[in-house]
């Protein structure tokens, strides 16, 4: 744990911070998600805090891939899996911790999916908002432009 957050998660907070400062509240939720991505053992309760604070940011949230919905949707069956399968190796003492390993691998890989496709969805809006801002600046001095040739038409048109 101290690893993570002394190493680990300062390597990828300066980047994601001077990228996204204009988005303070998605930066820091992608952050934590990758936080959550980079730890030791990724606990269902960071996970699920995670989507959590993920899904207060809606603007973003729809701006996501139907892939990280069908991770979503897929996250559910290491994470029962993983339950059952414990239970097993624990109790009954059939089981096998390969399995528990490759569980947790899977569930690593479909949350990497929603994390950075979120981290992607932020970057979208930022073009998009980028775009909107440079066009709305055009018709700004398209307008201007037009006043002044109208204006200047108006004056020749006047008898001295």
Not at 35 to 53: K, V
Not at 62 to 85: E, G, Y
Not at 99 to 127: P, S
């Amino acid at each position: 744990m101290w690893f993570v957050l002394t190493r680990v998660v300062p390597q990828f907070a300066l980047p994601v911070t001077i990228r996204l400062h204009k988005h303070p509240l998605p930066a820091t939720i992608f952050t934590f998600g990758l936080f959550t991505l980079l730890h030791p053992s990724t606990t269902l309760s960071t996970c699920i805090f995670f989507l959590s604070l993920a899904a207060t940011t809606p603007h973003i949230v729809q701006r996501m891939r139907f892939v990280s919905i069908f991770s979503l949707i897929a996250l559910s069956v290491p994470t029962l899996l993983l339950f059952l399968d414990l239970h097993l190796w624990l109790t009954t003492g059939a089981g096998n911790p390969n399995y528990v390993y490759f569980q947790q691998l899977a569930f690593e890989i479909f949350l990497a999916v929603v994390v950075l496709d979120y981290g992607r969805a932020i970057v979208a809006l930022m073009k998009v908002e980028r775009i909107t801002e440079k066009e709305g600046r055009e018709r700004k001095r398209e307008k201007k432009r037009k006043e002044k040739e109208k204006g200047g038409q108006q004056q020749k048109l006047k008898p001295a």
